[in-house]
C-alpha cells in the first residue's frame, strides 16, 4: 500500500536530501542501500576475525607456557611467560627477593620452578602504595619576592625574558593589583649567571 505523502528525508549514506514516502527511508538509491548492507558485512567480518585472532593467541600462549610447566629450572623470559609479566618485572621481583634466583654468569639467570610455584601459592609481600612526597611549602611573602621592574633594573634583562622564563619554570608567584611578584629564593637561582646593574 503506497503512502498519498512525501517527506524530505536525508540519506544515510550520501547525505543528500531526497523524497521519501515513509518516515522510515534511510536511503535515497538502491545504490546508497547496497552501500549499507556491504559495510555492515564488512563490520561483521571483521569482528568474526577479531574473535579467531583471540582465539588463537589464547591458543597459542598456551602452547608456549606447555614447555615451560615441564621445565624445573627457568629463565627470566620463562618465568614472565608463566605468570604473564614482562621480563622487567621478572627483574624487579629478583631485586626485591620475592623471587629467588641464581645468577650463573652473564645472562644466565636461573630460576627453580618449585620457587615461581611457592611464589604464586603464598605470596610474601603485599601490594603497598607508595606515600606520596608531599611538600609543605611556606606561604610566600612580598617582602620575599621582586616585582619586574625590580629584576630589570637589577639584571640585564628584558621583561619579555623574564616572563617567558617564569612561565617556564612555573616560578611561584604572587599577583597583586596590576603588579605581580616572583620569589626571591628561585628567581636569584634562576638569574645566577646574569649581569648585576
Known sequence: MSSNFTITRICQICGNEFLAKTTVTMYCSQHCRKQNQMAQERKAKLARSEAEVKVLK??????????????????????????????????????????????????????????????????????????????????????????????????????????????RKNVPKIPKGREVFYSKKVVDKLLRGYKIR
Not at 627483574?91 to 620475592?98: A, K, L, T
Not at 611464589?119 to 612526597?133: G, H, I, Q, S, T
Not at 611549602?137 to 616585582?147: A, D, G, M, Q, R
Request: hydrophobic letters at 40%.
Open 58 to 167: 589464547e591458543v597459542n600462549t598456551v602452547k608456549q607456557r606447555a614447555p615451560i610447566l615441564k621445565k624445573d629450572i627457568l629463565l627470566v623470559k620463562d618465568v614472565a611467560a608463566l605468570i604473564g609479566c614482562s621480563t622487567k618485572a621478572v627483574y624487579n621481583m629478583i631485586n626485591d627477593g620475592r623471587i629467588k634466583a641464581s645468577n650463573l654468569g652473564v645472562r644466565q639467570i636461573k630460576i627453580k620452578r618449585s620457587d615461581i610455584d611457592k611464589l604464586l601459592d603464598n605470596p610474601k609481600f603485599e601490594v603497598v602504595p607508595k606515600p606520596k612526597n608531599i611538600k609543605v611549602v611556606e606561604p610566600l611573602k612580598i617582602e620575599n619576592c621582586y616585582s619586574i621592574p625590580e629584576l630589570v633594573s637589577k639584571f640585564d634583562v628584558t621583561r619579555d625574558l623574564l616572563y617567558t622564563m617564569f612561565r
